[in-house]
């Protein structure tokens, strides 16, 4: 008769165990399920952009151009950058994606319509030298591959400056005008390069020049870096940047 009844308080102490082991199982299994289900953290444009100020601003002190209007990504799908030759950028660039495309200061916020899409145009300062494009979209949570960029900023100079150059780097291909005039180019598959490639010599009216740019890129890192240069090689320093 003992045995019997050891018998059957062994069998409810199994049953117990099982059941709490069977319990244990889902806490166990949410524990371990992949960080892929994790909702993504917030984007931002820190640590590379913070917004652009009414005060005017200097170039950095390698005389790099920091503040920009930049324009979130026009798709233009390329799944290589060999195909950016000269004739091909030029006619990317060429093609009138909004109204005022060569001619328009825009404000910050304010907004085109590409190909049915609505982009915005966002009024920033680089924390870097360079201007950081990929993170810019990235950040905007935009397409960051077969994209193009537009940039424009004002520059203000104390006087007239006759004999400088535009020195730009840019990844990959990109167009760059002053006050309307086509100054720089740099096509195929390149890598942003410091002065990679420096205009003939220009001359900054004095007061206000527009300086407009657009970088076209399959996939990859897009970035560029531009600044003026004097007869010696110098960055020029004396000048400003703002917004209109």
């Known amino acids: 008769m003992k045995s019997v009844r050891y018998e059957h308080i062994r069998k409810i102490l199994r049953l117990g165990i099982c059941g709490v082991a069977m319990l244990a199982l889902p806490a166990a299994a949410s524990a371990q399920a992949p960080a892929s289900n994790k909702t993504d953290a917030p984007r931002s444009l820190a640590p590379f952009f913070v917004p652009a100020t009414s005060r005017p601003k200097a170039p950095d002190a390698d005389g790099f ?3 920009w209007l930049l324009l979130e990504p026009i798709n233009k799908p390329n799944r290589t950058n060999t195909v950016f030759t000269g004739t091909y950028v030029r006619d990317a660039f060429n093609t009138q994606y909004f109204p005022g495309q060569f001619t328009v200061v825009p404000h910050n916020g304010d907004k085109v319509t590409v ?37 424009v900023t004002v520059i203000n100079s104390p006087r007239e400056m006759k004999n ?74 004396d000048i400003t940047q703002s917004l209109q």
């Open 115 to 151: 190909d049915g899409q609505e982009l915005a145009w966002h009024a920033l300062d680089s924390t870097m030298f360079d201007v950081k494009l990929f993170n810019f979209a990235y950040g905007l949570n935009k397409p960051t591959y077969g994209v193009i960029f537009w940039a």
């Open 164 to 237: 400088v150059r535009l020195a730009v780097g840019s990844n990959s291909a990109s167009m760059w005008w002053l006050n309307g005039e086509d100054v720089a180019n740099l096509f195929d598959d390149r890598r942003m390069v410091m002065d990679d490639v420096v205009s003939n010599r220009l001359t900054l009216k004095k007061g206000r020049n527009v300086l407009r740019g657009a970088v076209i890129n399959g996939p990859g890192l897009s970035d560029f870096c531009v600044r003026f240069v004097d007869e010696n090689g110098a960055p020029v320093k």
């Open 65 to 67: 151009l920091q503040r």
